[in-house]
């Protein structure tokens, strides 16, 4: 729903039925003037669909939903058991060698989270900084000290360190002792995407947006209704606009 933009307070959404109908639809206000030059080379927003027991993993699978379009993402879900020992070695408990703290014990075990914070905190320990956000996952007060500062890719020094120990770990030359979990959920997507808005909904969303919650969003829509042209000059204008700040996401379930 155009209402939920930028909200912080939407709430959860829930859903219980299949088909595109019935999943979410969000609209995501970019804000494009705040982008900052060579910083902002993208716009759009980065999304993580996940189970809602697992940590967020941002890094490794956000998918970018682009200015100026609706980026749809049909899901299906697959679960996968397998029998722990003597048959595999199998866990669903978080290795002690990585000595994660309870915050992030608390989150269901993933070897994919499991292999990225083994190589944070090889990096850490041999870097003596990380590239990742979370660097207090650790009851090692030294890793954590470590961890707290992010990798300098100005310092050749540090980022030389930071890229051999990728290549390794790619390469084979390095291997964390993380292992399959016994249960897990994943989600198999289909993910498509088309120009959004188009010209013959721009003043039906442009409508929608002055009644937003979001005190941005309609000043955002004020400005851009403020200019006096034409009819056809202004439905084009305010299009583009449109395009240049706001993204789309629908999400449904597919059997």
């Not at 660097?135 to 992010?150: C, D, M, P, V, Y």
């Not at 010209?199 to 969303?205: G, I, V």
């Amino acid at each position: 729903d155009p209402d939920m933009t930028n909200r912080t307070d939407a709430g959860s959404k829930f859903t219980s039925k299949i088909g595109s109908k019935n999943g979410l639809r969000i609209s995501f206000f970019l804000d494009n003037d705040e982008y900052i030059g060579i910083l902002g080379q993208k716009s759009g927003a980065n999304v993580v669909l996940h189970n809602v027991d697992e940590y967020a993993p941002l890094l490794t699978k956000s998918v970018l939903v682009n200015a100026g379009t609706v980026t749809r993402m049909t899901l299906q879900q697959e679960k996968i058991s397998r029998q722990s020992h003597p048959f595999s070695d199998c866990t669903d408990e978080w290795p002690d060698f990585l000595e994660v703290n309870e915050i992030y014990r608390s989150y269901r075990y993933t070897l994919e989270f499991c292999n990225y914070l083994c190589k944070q905190k090889t990096i850490a320990e041999e870097c003596g900084c990380t590239d990742n956000f979370d660097w207090n996952f650790s009851t090692n007060e030294h890793i954590r000290s470590l961890a707290k500062k992010g990798c300098d890719v100005w310092n050749m020094t540090e980022y030389e360190c930071l890229v051999s120990i990728y290549i390794e770990y790619e390469n084979g030359v390095r291997d964390c002792e993380c292992v399959n979990p016994c249960s897990e959920n994943h989600y198999i997507s289909t993910t498509s995407s088309a120009s959004w808005p188009s010209p013959a909904y721009t003043s039906h969303l442009v409508s929608l947006m002055k009644q937003s919650q979001s005190t941005k969003v309609r000043k955002f829509v004020n400005e851009i209704l403020a200019h006096s042209y034409s009819d056809e000059i202004s439905k084009y204008l305010q299009n583009q606009k449109l395009k240049e700040n706001f993204a789309r996401l629908e999400v449904n379930f597919q059997t």
